[in-house]
DNA sequence: ATCGTTCTATATCGATCGGTATATTAGTCT
DNA sequence: AGACTAATATACCGATCGATATAGAACGAT
């Protein structure tokens, strides 16, 4: 089996640009010749390694979720729901206040992805968000169980609220929140978590 | 001076079918051929009315506000801090949660828009929520100096925090939470709200 | 009836979109 | 060296983007 002429970039590198400009711009806003210019590398390269753009932007989808997705299997692993809720409240807003990473949001920019040609990407994402406020919401249904939430306390509420407050820092990180900014969002959205009977 | 032909559209129609087109779809992934297909009207009618795609938004933009921002206007008149942030976050829920309505918000699809021909529509409606969230925050800064809220609370955080709920409730609508359940978020952000010393 | 004005309809503009056909170059394998 | 394979570079594809040129149609004023 001959192996021809080998690759002249890295792909690791390249994912890591495509991963930046998609994290910017989102799937739509993200233009081949965006990629191709910023890569440096041509069209017919591109799609030799990558496939087309919608492969590539799932390939970077799984790098995002590695790298940006990684607090939250981690929060769920925390051993009360109150230390789960906070750990997801400030990896986002370590996340989104980052300097280093891109405002925005991957999953939120996906998830209001425009057109009619991208609806198959805007259900994918879709259904991310919903898988992720699911396992949130198990966890939350695990702490009711054992008695680290109150009785009256809704684990697919609280999942949805903590979800809702994490998008919404993500839009508010576009309008340029900083850091400490969005760490006080979290401080406060936590101290509404409702407090265990133990 | 002449009067010439008169218009067989009603402009008045045609703004709302275009204000729901880019409620949906946001401002980029609304076409002229969307528009020209669903306002039933051809696009040199449509120039001659409108301008052209970025006019025709920002008069779009303003019926939004009038029709979608009325409840936070209305909401920073209540008279207590509590209940400012109550109007406003139930009127999220209902705004997003309303089947009537489109999912997802306009402004924030705004000011995730993609592409960077877009960059002047996303600064003008990051401006815009900062506008909104200033308002707010002016409206606590008041209510704390009243005594309405502790002195230890801070009404830039906690506007930021209404925002970030707020915005983050128009991302969740578009993966089809409920009235009911964008309401019962809404009720968790408040449960905890700061309590004046009064 | 004719003119002036304004809207409408058709057909099209250049630019850009995502995606490729073709030919050349660079490497491994025998 | 020669054969085979895969990556590169150039140039281009049809479709769609926002926007218009041009010509005809419908009105008021005279």
Same mark, same amino acid.
């Given at each position: ?17 495509? &991963? ?21 590398? &041509? ?7 990558? #496939? ?7 390939? =970077?989808?799984?790098?995002? %979720? ?6 939250? &299997? ?5 051993? &009360? ?12 807003? %370590?996340? +989104?206040?980052?300097? /280093?990473?891109?405002? #925005?949001?991957?999953?939120? +920019? #996906? /998830?209001?992805?425009?057109?009619? %040609? ?9 259904? +991310?968000?919903?898988? #992720? ?30 979800? =809702? =407050? ?12 900083? +850091? ?19």
């Amino acid at each position: 089996m001959p192996t021809g002429r080998p690759r002249e970039f890295d792909t690791e590198r390249a994912l890591e640009l495509a &991963t930046s400009l998609f994290w910017q711009k989102g799937y739509e806003g993200t233009s081949l010749s965006d990629l191709t210019e910023t890569l440096g590398i &041509t069209r017919p390269s591109l799609y030799a390694a990558f #496939g087309n753009k919608e492969a590539l932007f799932r390939l =970077v989808l799984q790098r995002y %979720e590695a790298k940006a997705g990684a607090y939250r &299997t981690k929060a769920l692993k925390a051993p &009360t729901a109150l230390e789960v809720a906070r750990q997801l409240l400030e990896g986002a807003a %370590e996340l +989104h206040g980052d300097k /280093a990473n891109p405002v #925005g949001c991957l999953g939120v +920019h #996906g /998830a209001l992805a425009c057109s009619d %040609e991208a609806a198959m990407i805007r259900r994918d994402m879709s259904a +991310h968000r919903i898988a #992720g406020e699911a396992a949130i919401r198990r966890r939350l249904t695990r702490a009711k169980a054992e008695g680290d939430l109150p009785p009256n306390a809704s684990p697919s509420d609280l999942a949805r609220y903590l979800s =809702v =407050v994490i998008y919404g820092m993500a839009v508010q990180s576009v309008g340029g929140a900083s +850091h400490a900014e969005l760490r006080r969002v979290a401080a406060i959205a936590l101290s509404q978590w409702p407090k265990s009977a133990r």
